[in-house]
């Protein structure tokens, strides 16, 4: 009896049985002189979705916000929920500060859900990689008017339905991540942006409560780090960064920081959850955007079962991880030899 409740508690802990509704998202940005270990929220500024709604009366919050500096201006894209449509847009912000943001309109819209508008440039072309599990592809858009008129240029991933696919692009490394319902991270890699995608050969990330990408790649002489959602608590609660090391088509995975997103208790439009991040380095500073969401009010709502399912995969994602890197590290030592 005694263990039993033991065992609840413990698990109750880690991922709480009983959870806080969430309310509207809105999106934060703010540069730093060097990578964030810790990111100054009270000093940043804030594009709440009150700002919006101002403008757009039908707003129900802005969210996954991913930018782009092309000369002397920033181009915010983010994803734009409207009341009383299940399918949000993708909207457009613009500042040649980084502080001050304006709004110019939606630039994509589908007849079906979009969110996570990862834009890149790539080869001189403008890309967006959106979040397209709707239409059951992973779809690629392409522009010849940046910033608007994207249209879908090739079907990257055919009959896979991903949350939040996050693409890296180098000479020696093409990889895509997403997610799957059940929790769980799967690889992809293709020779070049136009090639084959198909599942690496070691396709399965991680799975449990960290187990979707939550923003995009960001690459240093150590590797790369990926943005990962935490939802111990509740899904958008926080986001925490794992670094991501490659040598001979195998890789370690290794959590680096976490929880670098997560409530801001004395920030009204952040007090219940963070969960996305881009950072860029841009003229020898570093810039960053996220989001967040507020509490929609003081309703708690009981559920067992998902934090019970959560529980098991994070257990299993432990030995699987654990054992997974140590095959990886032993690959790469004999190869190297």
Avoid at 16 to 26: A, M, V
Avoid at 69 to 74: A, L, N, Q, V
Wanted: charged share 25%.
């Amino acid at each position: 009896m005694i263990l039993g409740v033991i065992i609840v508690v413990i698990l109750n802990h880690r991922v709480p049985f009983f959870k806080h509704t969430g309310g509207p998202w809105s999106i934060g940005f703010g540069f730093s002189k060097e990578y964030p270990k810790e990111i100054s929220f009270h000093q940043n500024k804030i594009y709440s979705f009150e700002e919006l709604k101002s403008q757009i009366d039908s707003t129900q919050f802005i969210a996954d916000p991913f930018f782009i500096k092309e000369k002397d201006t920033f181009y915010l894209f983010f994803e734009h929920k409207k009341i009383n449509n299940f399918k949000a847009v993708i909207g457009l912000l613009t500042s040649v500060d980084g502080h001050h943001y304006q709004y110019r309109g939606t630039v994509l819209k589908e007849n079906f859900h979009l969110s996570y508008p990862q834009v890149f440039k790539h080869k001189k072309n403008y890309y967006m990689l959106p979040e397209s599990q709707g239409a059951n592809h992973v779809l690629l858009y392409k522009t010849e008017k940046f910033p608007f008129d994207w249209k879908i240029c090739d079907t990257l991933i055919t009959n896979t339905r991903l949350k939040d696919p996050t693409i890296y692009l180098s000479d020696t490394l093409n990889i895509i991540v997403g997610s799957d319902k059940n929790f769980k991270m799967h690889m992809y890699q293709a020779n070049n942006l136009h090639g084959n995608w198909r599942l690496h050969d070691r396709p399965l990330v991680m799975e449990g409560t960290e187990s979707r990408p939550g923003g995009r790649f960001f690459a240093d002489n150590k590797g790369l780090v990926l943005p990962v959602q935490n939802a111990h608590k509740t899904y958008g609660s926080g986001l925490s960064l794992y670094r991501l090391q490659f040598r001979n088509n195998f890789y370690t995975i290794k959590k680096e920081k976490h929880l670098l997103l997560k409530s801001q208790e004395n920030i009204k439009e952040f007090n219940a959850g963070m969960h996305h991040l881009d950072i860029q380095k841009i003229d020898h500073l570093y810039y960053c955007v996220y989001d967040g969401n507020q509490k929609k009010n003081n309703e708690i709502v009981f559920n067992y079962k998902l934090p019970l399912l959560l529980n098991y995969l994070d257990c299993k994602n432990w030995f699987r991880q654990n054992s997974s890197n140590r095959y990886s590290k032993k690959q790469q030592t004999l190869s190297s030899e």
